[in-house]
């Protein structure tokens, strides 16, 4: 079996003979013998490979290997005189699995723009950068399941195709079978992609206490920012028994522990994006772990805003949404902090969030963070049937076609919230990737798919 570079380098030495798979990042010969920088994506560290020239392959094969050619490699590991690395590997054997040729392979030595590596999103996981975004991005899934599963909550994989467009209509994909009939389509009823596994979550809080849906959700918003996917995955906890304020504790606990938790598992690539992509990276999450979030009415933020001397694209009033220019001006001016923005108006908000005693508010909050904005969309829910009837009646929503959901108010309602939190704008958030094309390994936008 091989061993993967990043337990060797760990270890450092002393485990003798190993073997290596991975691809040649450099060649460099040096009179009798050559240094090879192996790769094989564990970490972001080369392994250093010692071919001597007695090797039988040498000089018709080991001279010729270039960037991207994979290879088995066979040897010893010895401590490096070299700096910079603890051990290096004397090779026994070399065997080229895989040659790449040199004339087209696109991922030369110098530093590719990451503009130009979407437009070769098969091969851009090869570079450092986006090797470090993908194990990165892996380390906080497992995180976040780990703070939930701790937390005892119970995950749910709530459906991605869906009947229900509570909040999607016009922002929706359709599903359809192919040749499918208007008149007879598969599912009995219209059907399209799931916009938040929400709603279907609340049905299983309302069983299972506490539980929380971690999947792919679509958006057809035709919108080209830097924050937005067609496609997406949102992590939505869902509590009974719980109000605005026990469901802000969660979502800063989260936060919180998930960013702890790669600035302790994934120190090296965090390094390289606070030397190359944002400076004080590091810094900035230690930052979030450590400080308490600004918490903040959306009437105060108003205030706040109408107070600015900036000058915003679109002007701030009572009962208005903020755009992320506001958002951003909160979180990255005012506080240089993350930013729990609540009781937005009912008026801007889903029929599904608890009307506040005022009724003019709702128990909604939003959490914001520099560089982002809005990186969570969350709320206590309305329990009561009537207030909520009432809702879907102000909102045109069809009560018939939501009975099952009106039937969670009718037997044994509770008190109970929730929150998104996008994994995407989390991703972009730890890693620092102003864009969000840099942290999913295939995104989906507009007029994009490839792959
Ligand atoms: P925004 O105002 O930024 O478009 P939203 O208010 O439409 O977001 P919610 O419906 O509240 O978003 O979804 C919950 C979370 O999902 C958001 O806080 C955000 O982190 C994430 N999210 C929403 N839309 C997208 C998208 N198109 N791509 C990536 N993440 C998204
Ligand atoms: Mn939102």
Redesign the pocket.
Known sequence: MAKRIQKILQEKQGTGRVTVNGWVRTRRDTGSFSFLEINDGSCLANLQVIADGSLANYDEEITRLSAGCSVIVTGDLQESPAKGQDVELQAASVEVVGWADPETYPLQKKRHSLEFLRSISHLRPRTNALGAVTRVRSRLAFAVNCFFQERDFVQVHTPIITTSDC?GAGEMFQVAATGEKKDTPFFGSAAGLTV?GQLQAEVYAQAMGQVYTFGPTF?A?NSNTS???AE?W?IEPEMAFCDLECNMELATELLKYVLQDVLLSCKEDLALFDTFIEKGLVQKLQGVVDKKFVHLTYSDAVEELQNADTNFEYPVEWGVDLQ?EHERYLTEQVYKSPVIVTDYPASIKPFYMRVSDDGKTVAAM?ILVPGI?????GSQREERLDVLERRMEDAGVDKQEYDWYLDLRRYGTVPHAGF???F??LVQFATGMSN?REVIPFPRTPGFAPC
């Open positions: 909040e938040s958006r918003e924050r937005h996917l997406f949102m992320s939003d904005g809005e990186i969570v969309g998104g939190l996008g995407e704008r969000i």
